[in-house]
């Protein structure tokens, strides 16, 4: 893809997330998307399970192969529910998964009468949902903004083409749109976002640190980040960069976001965690 293609793209992708009278900023975009050409993008997968990692300049990264194929690998996996992992099918659990993770997020801001845990998204929920204009951070191919209707959703993540290239992305995404971009670097302009949402993801990530200050960024004063992070002191390859809570608050708070709510509940989905912290953060106004 060209500069000038993906520079297209993205101002198409502006217009389309801001509000009337936000125009303005999509002026500023051009600062944002000069930094595609330079090394802070990362890596992002191209291709399917035969792709591979490449940097900016078109290079290949074979740590980084090796790494987002295996990562590519269990969605396909999962997706064809080799292990008989879900009795009911993989989109049949994760539609039910992530409307679980929305019910919590209701349950926190006093919207979830009338509302089932695992059921629809309606009423009060339904109506703020709506007007939302969400990012997800590692969203997957069945992510969390998928199992409602918001004003504007967008999936963050650098194995997106991959999903695409395998048949992966749940036809309950048909509404979301997803940008091949790593979380430390979004090419996404600041202040234009309503909800952040991140499930497993912060301790996957290579700069937790950096993603949570991009995540404050995005977020316009008043903002909600509604993370979910396993707890668990042992790195892998896959997770280098294992959460507590102490550890993920400190980075948030360093990103400039106010805690409103937390706790760590028993399910998780490492099978060394402790537990799942699910957390609602704020960019003060």
Known sequence: MTGSTLRDGMHRLVRKMLRPGTAPIE??????LA???GPRLGTVWRGGRAGGAYRPDGSSDPEATRRMRQELLYWIGAAENRHGEFPDGMAETFRRWQRIRLYELA???GKAEGLEVG???????ADWLAGQRAVEIGGGPWPCVAAAGFATALVVDPLAEGYLAEGLITPEASRVTYLAAPGEAIPLPAGGTD????????????DPARVAREMGRLLRPGGLLWLLVDVMDQADELHPHPMSESRASDLLTAAGLRQRWGEVWDGHSHPRAKGQWRTLWERPA
Do not use: A, E, W, Y
């Open 119 to 125: 059921g629809p998204l309606v009423g009060d929920m």
């Open 195 to 206: 909800l952040v949402i991140t499930d497993n993801c912060l301790d996957h990530v290579q």
């Open 35 to 37: 930094s595609l050409d």
């Open 27 to 32: 002026h500023k975009l051009d600062r944002v």
């Open 107 to 109: 349950r926190c801001l």
